[in-house]
């Protein structure tokens, strides 16, 4: 069956411009996950959704990021005027049951390089 | 910041050799979880454990859930190239909703 399905692979942005990541979660999935990953590093939450409700955003590094699920299945995580140091790996997860009480299913992941 | 501590941060054996990782949380973990990243892949999840002293087994490797569910360990016996990759635990905090990883394990095997 089909797995968590992220786009675009890569992306290159120049400072300053605004980027838009998107994921296909696991058809039936409650939960959605996007994590930061920097290089040796393990993956930082960002923030939780439980269907189309945004239930934890507390790992947004700042107002700049934005994430919508908007019909709970779906989603794309914004940041607005890149900086150097959003360069990452952005990490999508489903989950079947809410919050983190059942396996994390991983998409591949988009490498965002700001340059 | 990550709350959920790991180390080592490297291991290096020889294959044969075994290999342990360990997890540290401040904070009580409502469960814990262990995934595998191999080079330039995404986190693949290995196992759940969720009762105080639970351990389980899936062939040459085994992993403990502490007494008071604040820390976890990775053991794997006899060692393989195939088992090369960085292995992360995560954890639900109290309160929490979403996993907290820890900066994971690399293992680097020599043949």
């Known amino acids: 069956g089909a797995g968590v399905s992220q786009s675009p692979r890569y992306k290159v942005a120049k400072r300053g411009q605004d980027v838009a990541l998107r994921c296909d979660p696991i058809?039936?999935?409650?939960?959605l996950f996007w994590y930061q990953q920097a290089l040796g590093q393990g993956p930082e939450f960002l923030t939780y959704?439980?269907?189309?409700?945004?239930?934890?955003k507390s790992g947004l590094p700042s107002d700049r990021f934005f994430a919508e699920r908007p019909e709970g299945s779906v989603s794309t995580l914004k940041i607005q005027r890149t900086q150097q140091e959003d360069s990452a790996v952005y990490l999508c997860?489903?989950?079947?049951?809410?919050?983190?009480?059942?396996?994390?299913?991983f998409g591949n992941g988009t490498r965002l390089t700001v340059t | 910041g990550q709350q959920v501590m790991q180390i080592p941060q490297y291991q290096h054996v020889q294959e044969g050799e075994d290999f342990t990782t360990y997890c540290n949380s401040s904070?009580?973990?409502?469960?814990i979880q262990w995934y595998k990243q191999r080079p330039g892949g995404h986190p693949v999840f290995l196992i759940q454990?969720?009762?105080?002293?639970e351990v389980k087994k899936q062939k040459r490797l085994t992993f403990q859930f502490g007494e008071a569910k604040k820390n976890s360990s990775l053991h794997i016996t006899a060692t393989q190239t195939t088992d090369v990759g960085t292995y992360f635990c995560?954890?639900?905090?109290?309160?929490?909703?979403?996993?907290?990883f820890g900066k994971g394990t690399h293992l680097i095997i020599q043949p």
């Open positions: 997860a489903s989950s079947l049951a809410d919050r983190g009480r059942s396996p994390l299913h």
């Open positions: 959704f439980q269907n189309e409700a945004q239930l934890d």
């Open positions: 058809s039936g999935h409650v939960s």
């Open positions: 454990l969720v009762k105080s002293g």
């Open positions: 995560a954890g639900v905090r109290g309160g929490a909703d979403g996993l907290t």
């Open positions: 904070t009580t973990l409502s469960n």
